[in-house]
DNA sequence: TATGAATGAGGGTTCATTCAT
DNA sequence: CATGAATGAACCCTCATTCAT
C-alpha cells in the first residue's frame, strides 16, 4: 500500500478514533498495541503519530468524547422535567438503554476501572452523576412524592446500581435487566 | 542467598500466593511483573515457575481461591436462616461489609473487567450469586412478605446493586454506603 | 500557508541553509531532524527535498560552504605577506579569532569528529592547512628566522594546537586563550 | 543460540564492556545500537539490559573507567616527579603515546563532542587536566627553570595541543608527530 | 528444590523520505 | 515550486519464560 494521502486529516482521524475504540474495547489498554490499531486503520504506525501524541493520548480522548457523549444525552433527557418520578425514571431508562446499545463506549471506559490515568477524568465524571441523582432525590423528598430520607446516601446506591449495570454488561450481556423492573423496585422496594 | 528451605514447598507456595495477590491488586495483571513478585516473595523468578506452569496460572489460582473464600462465607451466613428479610440482609450486609474490608481480594478480581481468561471461573460465580439472590426473593413472595414480582429479575437488579458497590471500593472509596441505607431502598424503595 | 514565493528559489534555498546551519550546530547531526529544519525555516518538509537530495546532501552543503569561507580568509589574510613571523602571526590571529566568532559553523563540522560522511572533504581540508603552516615554517628556517627543524613535524604539531583550540571552543568556552600568548609559546618556547 | 549461561555475570559485563567500546568507538554514539552491540558480544538485547540500565549507562560506564584509566595512569607518571621539564616531559610523552595505542579509548570519549550526556564529568576530567600543566608549568617558572609567564594562560595553550593532538588521532592516523618534537617546540619555541 | 543469567519476540515511538494534490 | 499526510524500517527497551548449574 502506497500513500493513501486522501488529504483530509479529520477524515482519517475519525477513522482512527472509530477503529482504536473498538480494539480497545476488545483487548483493553494494555492489551491492545499500536500497530494493530493502525493496520486496523488502514494506516501505518507512523500515521498514528500524526493524530496522537501516544498510545495514551488516543486513549484519553476516545475515553474523554464517550463521557462528553453522556453528559449530553443525559442533560439532554432531563431539561424540562419537573417531576422527580419522571426525572428518575429518564435518568435510569437512559443509563439502562445506552448500556444495552453502547456496550463499546462502555467497555472503553470500564475495561480497566483502576486504570492509571484518566482516573481523575472519570472520577469527576462520576462524581457529577451521583450529584444529578442525588438532586433528583432531594426535590422528591422536597416535593413529598419520595419518602424522608438521606438524598445523598440513597443516591450513592442508586448510582451503584447502575454502575453495576454498567459492568454486567461488560462482563457478562445475560445479566441485563429491564429498566422498568429496575424503576419499580427502586420506587416500591421489596416489601408488601 | 542459595536455598531458603522452609519446611516445605507449600509454605513457600503460600508465602507466593500472598505476595502475588498484594502485587496483582496494586498493579493490575498487565503491569504486574513475575519478577518483582518473586523478589518480594523472597524467591527467585525461576523459582516461580516451580510453583505455577505460568503468569496465568498464578493469577487464577488467586482468583479462584478468592472466590471460593466468598463463596465460603456466603454459604457459613446463609446457613439456618429461613427468613426472608434476615437472609436478604445477610447477603447484602455481608457483601459490603466484605467489599469495606476486601479491597485487595476484590481488585484481584476486578481490575480488568473484561479480563480474556478466568472469565468463565468469574461467570459461573457471578451466575450462582445471582441464583441465591433470586432464591431468597422467591421464597420471600411464596412466603408472602415480599411483593410479587419476577424474582429472577429483581435478583439481577439486586445483583448489579451489589456489583457497582464493589466496583465503587475500587475506583472511589467515598462512594461507600452503610449496609442499612441500601436495605432500607431496597426493601421499602422510594415512594410514600 | 500556499506558496511563500519568493523572489526566488536561490532565496529559500539560502534559507534553509543558514537555519540548517544553527540546528546542526545545536543538536548535532543524528539529533537534528528535518521536521524541525523546514519548520524553522518556514518551509515545508517536502520543500526541503526540492533544494536537497537528502539530509546527508544538505550537511555536506552547510560543511563546505564553510569549509571554502575559512579558507578564503586565510587566503586573504597571508596574501601579501612575506615575513614568516608575520605569516605565522597572521594564520594563528586569524584561526583564534574566527573560531572565538564563528562557534556555530566549528560545531557544524566538529559535533562529530569520525562523522561518517564528509570525511574526505575535511581530510582534504585539513591537509591543505597543515601543508600552508608547513610552507611558512620551512620559508621561515631558509631565511634564517626560525631555528632549524623538521618542519612538516613541527607544522603537525601548531596544527594540532589549533585544531585542538577549536575543540576546546566547542567542549567549554573558557578554555580559551589569547592570540599573543599562544604566539608567543610557539615563537619562544617555555624555557628560559 | 540457547542460553549461554556461563553463570559468571562478571566474565559477561566485561565482554560486553569491551565489545561496546569497539562499536561505539566505530559508530559513535547515536549510530550505534543495541542490536549490533549485542551480537556482537554474542548476547541477547535482553542480556544487555541485564548488566546496563540503558543504552546512556552502557556508554556512560565505558567512559568513566577510560577516563579514570587515564587519570590513573597520569598519577603514576607524575610521583616522584620533582624537575618541571621531565614533568612535562612525562606529561606530553605519555598523553601522545597514550592516543597512539588507545585510539579506541579515545575515539569513544570523542566521537561526539557536545554530547549531550556525560558532559559534566568530561568537564571535570580536562579541567584537572588543564589544573595539571598549569602546575608544572607554575612550578617551573618558580624554580627558574621556565620564562616568566602566566602558567594558567599557558596551560591552556598546552592543554589545547595534547586536546588537538588526540582529535588527530580520531580523524586521521597520518597527523601524528613525535613526542620528542613536540615537547621541543614547547621548551624552545621557533625562534632562534 | 532453587537459582538467576540468558533469551527473543514484541511493544511504543521516531524520522528520513515520498508523492498525490 | 510547494505542501504535508502518509509510509515503514529501525530504534530502544521490557518481560514471560527457560535451563544449565
Redesign the pocket.
Known amino acids: ?9 479529520t ?2 482521524k475519525k477513522r482512527i478514533l472509530q477503529v482504536a475504540a473498538e480494539v480497545f474495547a476488545e483487548y483493553g489498554y494494555a492489551e ?4 494493530l490499531i493502525s493496520r486496523s486503520a ?10 496522537f ?4 493520548d488516543l486513549y484519553l480522548t476516545l475515553m474523554n468524547e464517550s463521557l462528553d457523549y453522556i453528559n449530553q444525552k443525559t442533560r439532554d433527557a432531563l431539561k424540562d422535567t419537573h417531576d422527580p418520578i419522571e426525572a428518575i425514571t429518564s435518568l435510569i431508562t437512559l443509563s439502562v438503554n445506552y448500556a444495552k446499545t453502547n456496550r463499546e463506549r462502555i467497555l472503553l471506559q470500564g475495561r480497566e476501572l483502576g486504570f492509571s490515568f484518566g482516573l481523575e477524568v472519570k472520577k469527576k465524571f462520576f462524581k457529577e452523576r451521583r450529584r444529578l441523582i442525588e438532586e433528583i432525590i432531594r426535590d422528591g423528598v422536597a416535593k413529598g412524592v419520595f419518602r424522608s430520607c438521606d438524598p445523598a446516601e440513597k443516591a450513592k446506591i442508586i448510582f451503584s446500581l447502575l454502575r453495576g449495570f454498567v459492568v454486567s454488561i461488560i462482563i457478562d450481556d445475560e445479566a441485563l435487566f429491564a429498566a422498568e423492573e429496575c424503576l419499580d423496585l427502586i420506587l416500591n422496594g421489596l416489601l408488601k
Open positions: 500500500m502506497v500513500h493513501m494521502n486522501n488529504r483530509s486529516g477524515e482519517t491492545a498495541n499500536m500497530r488502514g494506516i501505518s504506525v507512523g500515521g498514528l503519530y500524526l493524530y501524541k501516544d498510545k495514551e
